[in-house]
């Protein structure tokens, strides 16, 4: 019997990116299932967008009555396709267009990884390019000290800790034991604590072969010296998040390398004293900030 696999996208008034994203998942030479997508309480035209694919039985649009944020969009499309009967779950953001043989390459990497590594693997992701085809810097994962294992094995596969929401595939099983995205999180950080949760018993992989492409406005990574008054609001979810992932989950010299990293980028780029006093804020907020996963419902 074939396996099930789900795709989830969760967007936010970017119709003009939607689409594409949309056509090049049901464009799979692994044809894709199903094609879940959370609604994030758009704004803007993307409701008559999706609803252009109402012919299309793979596709189910989920309308969110608020916008919950990436986290939260992630969380309701992972619980939705395990409700599905889901056995993997391919999740991304609505600026990724992947490429035709994405999910393909996922599933016979994650296969011969497992079985190379003889374990189960909690997750894998794609290689994410910017637009231009260069790296994509806000999508790179973080590495295993022996990162190369399986590359030295012949797979064209590398070894991580942890990566962002551009093109994950997650098993069913990851899901059924440690539970959904923190929703509480809203934006940023969410995918490194929920990668890093799940990496309890042994740590993903990304596979090289299987490739998207990020359609971001900049090709950068977070960096707290780009902090301004328009993008202070993301950043203060970030700080916030990673402050107490940090405190809570990791170990207190990582919080204080993180507390002085943030410090210092911020000098750096010269933010505003007001702005560093915001960000100051959310990580003493985040001492205190907790959140549990909530756990999926067994269906089967």
């Not at 119709?15 to 090049?24: A, E, F, I, P």
């Not at 992947?98 to 997750?123: F, M, S, W």
């Not at 992932?245 to 919080?255: A, G, T």
């Amino acid at each position: 019997m074939t396996d099930l696999v789900a795709a989830v996208v969760v967007t936010y008034n970017r119709v003009d990116k939607l689409g594409r994203v949309l056509d090049s998942i049901l464009a799979q030479t692994r044809a894709v299932d199903q094609l879940i997508v959370i609604d994030n309480a758009s704004s803007d035209s993307t409701p008559e967008l999706l609803a252009s694919y109402g012919d299309d039985p793979r596709v189910e649009v989920v309308r969110l009555e608020t916008n919950t944020g990436g986290a939260g969009g992630f969380a309701a499309g992972m619980e939705k396709a395990y409700e599905r009967g889901a056995d993997w779950v391919w999740i991304m953001d609505d600026d990724c267009y992947t490429g035709e043989t994405a999910l393909e390459k996922l599933l016979d990497g994650h296969t011969a990884a497992e079985k190379e590594l003889d374990r189960k693997v909690p997750y894998s992701c794609s290689l994410v390019r910017y637009t231009d085809g260069s790296i994509c810097e806000m999508n790179n994962p973080g590495t295993t000290w022996d990162w190369g294992r399986l590359i030295a094995k012949g797979q064209n596969t590398v070894v991580i800790t942890n990566c962002s929401f551009v093109s994950v595939l997650i098993p069913r099983r990851s899901i059924a034991r440690y539970g959904l995205p923190l929703v509480e999180y809203f934006i940023w950080f969410d995918d490194m604590e929920y990668t890093l949760r799940i990496s309890a018993d042994g740590p993903g992989v990304q596979i090289l072969d299987s490739v998207v492409t990020h359609d971001m406005p900049d090709n950068r990574g977070v960096n707290f010296g780009d902090l301004n008054s328009s993008n202070a609001w993301k950043f203060y979810y970030g700080a916030r998040n990673e402050s107490s992932y940090r405190w809570h989950h990791d170990n207190k010299l990582d919080w204080l390398k993180f507390v002085l990293g943030t410090y210092v980028w911020m000098r750096r780029g010269r933010v505003s004293r007001r702005l560093q006093l915001g960000v100051a804020k959310r990580i003493l907020a985040g001492l205190k900030f907790n959140p549990v996963p909530k756990q999926v419902r067994s269906v089967r």
